[in-house]
């Protein structure tokens, strides 16, 4: 027997199905591509939105300790190779320290505080003459004027000790960092580097900074 041909409604058939068939294909392969592109968009973005919020948390950090030092200074000075005469200089001086705060320097005169208070119809004036003679914020021998003397790249520790005394605090390592402080938190601290050589061997003050003083 012979086969009968196909109809032509099968044919019809098979081709809507075949049309059908490459329409989803092709569907799901844009569908799958736009996702990948989508996502390599959002990873871009967040990587280079990424540095900009670094910089900002970095910022507080600079203002903060700038405000803690009113003053700073430093120098380069050749520091002196790593030997016994280094460790015996730096060895002498780690146990000045005396861990005891400096007073604070105050002058309290009792009669102009008198006075100002008996005078109620000057009272302004007499206020203003008061705050401009109060004495500036100083501690032991240590005030503004006395830091700005402080030369670095000549000044030596046992120069700054025998003018200034003893520090309050006093590290070491490789260099001496001393520290003068007084009772209300009003310090001058000075970073000396051992330079020279064996035979002429010196702390020299190679930085310095205050805060508190007026």
């Known amino acids: 027997m012979q086969r009968k041909p196909f109809k032509k409604s099968h044919k019809v058939r098979n081709i809507i199905i075949f049309s059908l068939s490459i329409i989803i294909i092709l569907g799901i392969t844009f569908t799958f591509l736009g996702q990948n592109h989508s996502n390599k968009t959002e990873q871009t973005s967040s990587s280079s939105s990424t540095p900009k919020k670094q910089k900002s948390k970095a910022a507080p950090t600079t203002q903060s300790s700038s ?3 009113v003053a700073s200074e430093s120098t380069s000075v050749p520091e002196a190779p790593a030997g016994p005469a280094v460790s015996s ?8 320290a005396t861990q005891a705060p400096i007073e604070d320097n105050t002058s309290n005169s009792p009669s102009s505080s008198s006075s100002v208070a008996s005078s109620s119809d000057t009272s302004s004036d007499s206020s203003q003459a008061t705050s401009s003679s109060q004495p500036a ?5 240590w005030s503004a004027t006395t830091y700005e003397q402080i030369a670095i790249g000549s000044a030596t520790y046992d120069d700054v000790r025998s003018a200034y005394g003893n520090p309050t605090y ?10 003068w402080q007084s009772k209300t938190g009003i310090k001058v601290s000075i970073v000396f580097t051992p330079t020279g050589n064996d035979d002429n061997l010196k702390l020299i003050a190679s930085s310095k900074s205050q805060s508190g003083l007026q």
């Open 89 to 96: 200089a730096i060895s002498t001086v780690t146990d000045d």
């Open 67 to 69: 405000s803690e030092d």
């Open 170 to 179: 006093l590290t070491a390592s490789d260099r001496v960092y001393a520290t």
């Open 137 to 141: 914020a100083s501690f032991g021998n």
